[in-house]
C-alpha cells in the first residue's frame, strides 16, 4: 500500500496541494485525470519521491525500483538510441527486444539529435521499458505520437506495467480505458482531496470522458 498522509505542497507561492490523504494499492494501473494545470504533475512527482512535499509523509515507494517517462524526454543527446537504453542495462537480448516492440531497431545506431520528435519520444518510452522498474511513473505517454504508431505503443506500455505499480498522467479517456485498473479524478485546486474509481465501473472511453467534464 502507498499512503499519502496530509500532503500540502506549494509552488511560487500558490497552494497546489493541501491535506491530501490517499491510500493506493501496489500492483494497480492508475490513469491520473483532470484538467491541465490543476496538479496532476505535481503529485505524480511527489509519490515517485522526485519533488518533496512541504508538508505530509509518503510510505510504500521507497524499496522500490522507478522508472520514469516524463514530459519531456530527457535523453542524453550525445549518446545514439542504443546507447540511450545501454545507460540503463547490460541485457542486450532486452534492449533488442524492446527497440523491436517500439519500432526503433533499424535506427538504434542514430544520435538522439538525428532523432524526430516521435522517435525521441518512442526512445523514451523504450528506456524505462528496459530499465524495467517495479513501478511506473509516466506523463503523458502518447505526447507527440500520431494515431497509428500510438497503439503499437500503448500496447507496449499495457505489456511493460503488468502486474506492476503505474501511475500514468493522460487526458485521454481511451488511454485510461485501455490502460487502467482504476482511474484517480483531480477536481479542484488545491488539490486537498481525489477521487478513485475501478475501471470496472465504466463501459466505455465516453463515460471516463462524461465523468471528468462533469
Known amino acids: 500500500m502507498i499512503k499519502l498522509d496530509r500532503i500540502s505542497f506549494s509552488y511560487d507561492k500558490e497552494k497546489i496541494i493541501s491535506g491530501l490523504n490517499a491510500e493506493l494499492e501496489t500492483n494497480k494501473i492508475y490513469c491520473i485525470m483532470g484538467t491541465s494545470g490543476i496538479g496532476k504533475t505535481t503529485i505524480l512527482n511527489i509519490i515517485s519521491g522526485l519533488v518533496k512535499p512541504d508538508s505530509g509523509n509518503i510510505s510504500g515507494t521507497e524499496k522500490l525500483k522507478k522508472s520514469f517517462i516524463f514530459q519531456e524526454n530527457r535523453l542524453l543527446s550525445h549518446l545514439s538510441v542504443y546507447d540511450n537504453l545501454r545507460y540503463v542495462t547490460d541485457n542486450e537480448e532486452k534492449i533488442n527486444k524492446v527497440l523491436t516492440q517500439t519500432g526503433l531497431i533499424e535506427d538504434k545506431n542514430k544520435k538522439v ?6 522517435m525521441a519520444r518512442r526512445t523514451a ?5 528496459a530499465f524495467d522498474g517495479e513501478i511506473f511513473f509516466i506523463d503523458e505517454p502518447l505526447y507527440g505520437l500520431d494515431a497509428k504508431t500510438s497503439q503499437g505503443i500503448l500496447e507496449v506500455i499495457k505489456e511493460t506495467v503488468k502486474d506492476k ?3 500514468i498522467i493522460t487526458h485521454s479517456p481511451e488511454e485510461a480505458f485501455y490502460l487502467a485498473d482504476k482511474v484517480i479524478y483531480i477536481k479542484n485546486k488545491p488539490v486537498t482531496q481525489i477521487e478513485i474509481c475501478n475501471i470496472s465501473l465504466f463501459s466505455s472511453p465516453d463515460e471516463i470522458k462524461e465523468k471528468l467534464l462533469n
Do not use: H, N, Q
Not at 113 to 118: K, N, Q, V, Y
Open 125 to 129: 518510452i523504450a528506456r524505462a521499458t
Open 165 to 167: 505499480t503505474a501511475f
Open 113 to 118: 539529435t538525428e532523432l524526430s520528435g516521435g
